[in-house]
């Protein structure tokens, strides 16, 4: 799985109603792309995140990048 600064880091929630956690990478750390990644989620924490089963990354379309 591959990600650049700005694209979002979407954790699946894993029961059901336990919602998604959406988050926007910050910081590649991992060498062309690759993980672990610096993550600053909705609810302001930070963390340092490698992606799982339930892990999703949602990457910028060009516009978004302008």
Not at 6 to 20: A, L, N, P, S
Not at 22 to 41: D, L, S
Request: glycine content about 16%.
């Amino acid at each position: 799985m591959r990600a650049t600064k700005g694209d979002q880091f979407v954790q699946h929630g894993r029961v059901v109603g336990q919602h998604d956690k959406v988050g926007e990478i910050v910081e590649v750390m991992g060498q062309g792309g690759n993980p672990p990644y610096r993550v600053r989620f909705t609810d302001g924490h930070e963390g340092v995140c490698s992606p799982g089963p339930d892990t999703e990354i949602r990457h910028r379309t060009a516009e978004e990048q302008q």
